[in-house]
């Protein structure tokens, strides 16, 4: 980090500027300054990706107990489809708010209102892709993971209300990476408990009063969905939002267009991988076990995807600071962001990894609590499937951090490699050990893709500590 004046200045207005010392020390202003800035935006990141991890999980409390493991294994044959939709969302998102956020930190405040409009038209172009090709596969995608009968057909019901919604999905899911990045974390974490608020209730209605089964939980999404993008955009049209708009400005920019894909392709792959992973697994379940070990893997996934959350909301957090201070050069900076969101990542998965094994009866039992053999094959799950979930969430940050320091081809590469690596794990696992392959094949994946991912962001971070103080040495670095 250069050292004029010895200031560093923190990413926005409300952070004062700091004066700091030549040699940093655990309780100097400067790292005091980083863990609030740390904080500032990952709580609200965490609080948002777990409120919105509650419009799948709520929706399984439901079908769980009032429609059984056929409607817990439907949905999770659904939700593939359905992530193809939200990536899209989350691409957008993700690199337009990088984008942003990069901009700010040149100092640059006047493409602010470009890069938002091109970001919208590329959503509009996304979901218009994405009606077409869903109407069009959506039942053969079901098929593929073995859905038959009762199963399919609750799918289908899914699946064709989000179809003729794309559009709220995917802004939906966009909205509040963009606002998180027009400084405004707060709100973005409101908009999106107000969102969970309204598919909790609505879900009760459909489904527990109304008795609308898989279409009712569709319903109740979608509605949650429309209500935050109305008042997402909402929020970019009025005089709260830190954009303000010109008379005259370019409204689409085919540059920033293609920069906004390329930051936000790893994300959209690792949804696409999610996708893929889930598809792949619910038709191996379907070959080696029965509609009782997918709906025991919609459990499973569940209670997965809670860390997973918090992990993802520690990586966006890390984004919008990290990304400024890449624009502004402060290296050091970048590199103690870091620090703290590896520690704070596995410390989170660590210890959901150790409850879940230790609680699983009461964990499974928020799902359902009177069918033994679905029960029991949901336990088997947690502890062959979870081991090593605290990698997952290293892996899902490293991306995201690649991403924000402008490093598109590489976050892409991690993204992708955390697909492909599974595969050989999936085809040649259950081969010799059944089922309880399918269910191992995840962890060893995640093991094996570490041993690669952990020495890459190691030695990126140690580059970025000699750029920032260039007195120390690549062997000083390296045992720093």
């Not at 965490?46 to 999980?57: C, F, S």
């Not at 009968?149 to 899911?173: N, S």
């Not at 991912?453 to 120390?472: A, C, E, H, S, W």
């Amino acid at each position: 980090m250069s050292n004029l004046n010895n200031r560093v200045t923190c990413p926005h207005s409300y952070f004062n500027t700091v004066k700091v010392m030549s040699v940093f020390t655990p309780t100097s202003e400067q790292d005091q300054s980083i863990k609030k800035t740390f904080w500032r935006y990952t709580l609200p990141a965490i609080a948002a990706m777990l409120v919105n991890g509650l419009y799948q999980i709520v929706d399984g409390i439901f079908i769980g107990h009032y429609i059984g493991f056929e409607g817990l294994a439907a949905i999770n044959m659904a939700w593939p489809v359905i992530y193809f939709m939200v990536g899209f969302g989350i691409m957008v998102g993700m690199g337009s708010g990088s984008l942003l956020s990069i901009q700010r930190g040149k100092g640059d405040l006047s493409t602010a209102p470009t890069i938002l409009t091109s970001s919208m038209i590329v959503m509009l172009l996304l979901s218009a892709a994405s009606t077409i090709i869903i109407l069009l596969t959506s039942t053969y995608l079901l098929q593929a993971q073995g859905g038959v009968g009762t199963t399919l057909q609750m799918g289908q019901d899914y699946i064709e209300v989000f179809t003729w919604g794309t559009i709220a999905t995917v802004l939906a899911a966009a909205l509040p990476f963009l606002i998180r990045n027009d400084e405004n974390p707060n709100l973005a974490t409101i908009l999106m408990a107000l969102g969970a608020v309204l598919n909790i209730v609505l879900d009760y209605l459909f489904i527990g009063i109304l008795d609308m089964g898989l279409t009712g939980a569709a319903i109740a999404t979608i509605t949650a969905q429309i209500t935050i993008c109305l008042i997402g955009l909402g929020y970019f049209l009025s005089n709260y939002s830190n954009i303000k708009w010109p008379v005259k400005f370019t409204l689409f920019n085919l540059s920033f267009s293609r920069q906004i894909l390329l930051l936000g392709s790893s994300s959209l792959f690792m949804y696409l991988y999610t996708s893929f992973v889930f598809a792949l697994h619910n038709r191996l379940f379907m070959d080696y076990g029965s509609s009782i070990t997918v709906g025991a893997f919609a459990i499973v996934g569940y209670l997965m995807v809670l860390y997973y959350f918090v992990a993802e909301g520690v990586a966006e957090g890390l984004q919008p600071p990290v990304s400024y201070y890449y624009g502004a050069e402060q290296h050091e900076n970048i590199c103690k962001m870091l620090k703290l969101s590896v520690k704070v990542t596995f410390i989170a998965g660590i210890s959901w990894t150790l409850l879940l094994n230790l609680f699983p009866e009461l964990m499974v039992g928020l799902f359902n609590s009177e069918d033994p053999l679905l029960i029991s094959t949901a336990i088997d799950g947690i502890r062959m499937h979870l081991f090593a979930m605290p990698l997952d969430g290293f892996i899902a940050l490293a991306s995201v951090y690649f991403m924000a320091t402008n490093q598109g081809k590489k976050a892409l590469i991690v993204a992708c490699s955390n697909m492909l690596i599974q595969l050989p794990f999936l085809f040649i696992l259950p081969r010799f050990i059944g089922v309880d392959g399918v269910w191992l094949a995840m962890p060893l994946s995640n093991i094996t893709l570490c041993l690669v991912v952990m020495p890459l962001v190691y030695f990126d971070m140690k580059q970025r500590q000699i750029k920032g103080n260039p007195t120390i040495t690549i062997q000083q670095a390296a045992t720093a």
